[in-house]
């Protein structure tokens, strides 16, 4: 079973998420008394998540926890997920807020951020910018995403002095981990919302490569941020 285990681990690194599936699977095939049973079915998880089988990470996450209590801090984010993918969104959130009164302080600070992301999509737009405050405070969150996220709140909010503090801090503070592009696009997302005539630096020639760049800063937020394009 060990040598299974191994091997889904090593197809897992090599990218063959479906093959390392089935050694985990086949792991499983031993039945609940083979020590590596809830080892395998961690793995497992993960590969479902990453290929998008949501109904099987949920049934499988729920396995986990009712057998082993060692792998809760981060099966709970899983759980999570996959929960909000099945827009299962109060159970989701049950989830999030398990994860945000974790003992360990990387679970409690990914767990904020887990939870304003959901908050976000529930239109509960205050308690997401709380949250994503907290999830500030770890390192296991790239700060970008966290601050991407709070700068399309503060858009959708029209909280337009807020978008624009947090943008300036970030090119005083940051400007060695954040891409140009990104602020700039943010900079000309502000203006146009506020009415006010843009400046020539940020009429962008390259109009294909920066939508982009929205795609990616703007992650997770559907499309609302090209009609101010």
């Known amino acids: 079973m060990f040598i299974?285990?191994?091997?889904?681990?090593?197809a897992r690194r090599q990218n063959n998420l479906q093959q390392a599936k089935i050694y985990y699977q086949k792991v499983l095939a031993a039945g609940r008394k083979n020590e590596y049973y809830c080892k395998a079915l961690?793995?497992?998880?993960?590969?479902?998540?990453?290929?998008?089988?949501?109904?099987s990470v949920v049934s499988h996450c729920q396995e986990l926890l009712s057998l082993e209590q060692d792998f809760n801090k981060d099966i709970n984010f899983f759980l999570g997920m996959a929960q909000q993918k099945l827009g299962i969104y109060d159970q989701a959130y049950k989830n999030f807020q398990i994860a945000t009164e974790s003992q360990d302080f990387d679970t409690r600070t990914s767990g904020y951020y887990y939870l304003g992301n959901l908050q976000f999509l529930m239109?509960?737009?205050d308690e997401a910018v709380q949250s994503l405050k907290q999830s500030l405070k770890g390192e296991i969150i790239p700060r970008n995403s966290i601050n991407a996220k709070l700068i399309s709140i503060y858009l959708k909010q029209g909280k337009y002095q807020e978008m624009e503090d947090l943008i300036r801090t970030l090119k005083r503070d940051y400007k060695d981990i954040y891409d140009d592009a990104g602020l700039h696009i943010a900079e000309l997302l502000l203006a146009k919302a506020k009415g006010k005539q843009l400046k020539q630096r940020y009429k962008?020639?390259?109009?294909?490569?920066?939508?982009k760049v929205i795609i990616w800063y703007f992650s997770n937020d559907d499309d609302f941020c090209y009609r101010w394009m």
Request: with cysteine; charged share 30%.
């Open 4 to 10: 299974l285990l191994e091997q889904g681990k090593l």
């Open 42 to 55: 961690h793995e497992l998880i993960q590969m479902e998540y990453n290929l998008c089988e949501y109904q």
């Open 123 to 125: 239109g509960n737009f």
């Open 204 to 211: 962008f020639k390259k109009r294909g490569f920066y939508e």
